[in-house]
């Protein structure tokens, strides 16, 4: 069976995964024009391994040995719900693995998770110019009309 073909499993990112997932993140920043040093990739990776319910949560996607994907969320209050919300920050599939159901299988196992801790809502930004991506989003949420705003540096 060629790597392609490959069964994907969805999981948790372990201590042994980071190399691997700081070049996905890093691809991922760069689709976004930006890029972060070592020490924003190992916090962030401390942070998903922490298991502290405040800090991130991830899910990694690996087919034949290899990670193919990624998707990072947490949990917060908000101020009209009584249950809290998840924001899903990031969400990468290497080019190789596009097309193929797996951003999908993310979001999914998101919106599994946040079931399972009480927070249905879930939310996320992305890009006008992402068309690949927002041809997904359509498919498996709905587009609001919030714009966002953020401070000046």
């Not at 319910?53 to 990694?60: D, E, M, Q, S």
């Not at 990072?72 to 097309?99: I, K, M, N, S």
């Amino acid at each position: 069976m060629a790597d392609s073909e490959a069964e994907v499993v969805l999981r948790r990112p372990q201590q042994a995964d980071f190399n691997e997932w700081s070049g996905l993140w890093a691809a991922y920043l760069a689709f976004y024009e930006t890029s972060r040093g070592e020490d924003v990739h190992r916090t962030l990776f401390d942070r998903l391994l922490s298991g502290d319910p405040r800090h991130f949560h991830a899910f990694v996607a690996e087919r034949a040995g290899k990670l193919v994907g990624l998707v990072h969320f947490v949990f917060h209050p908000h101020g009209w719900r009584v249950e809290d919300t998840c924001y899903l920050q990031d969400l990468y599939v290497t080019p190789g693995a596009r097309g193929t159901g797996l951003g999908r299988k993310l979001i999914e196992a998101v919106y599994d998770a946040a079931d399972g801790a009480g927070a249905p809502s879930v939310y996320w930004l992305t890009q006008e110019f992402n068309a690949e991506a927002r041809q997904l989003y359509d498919r498996v949420a709905e587009v609001t009309p919030f714009i966002r705003y953020q401070r000046a540096l």
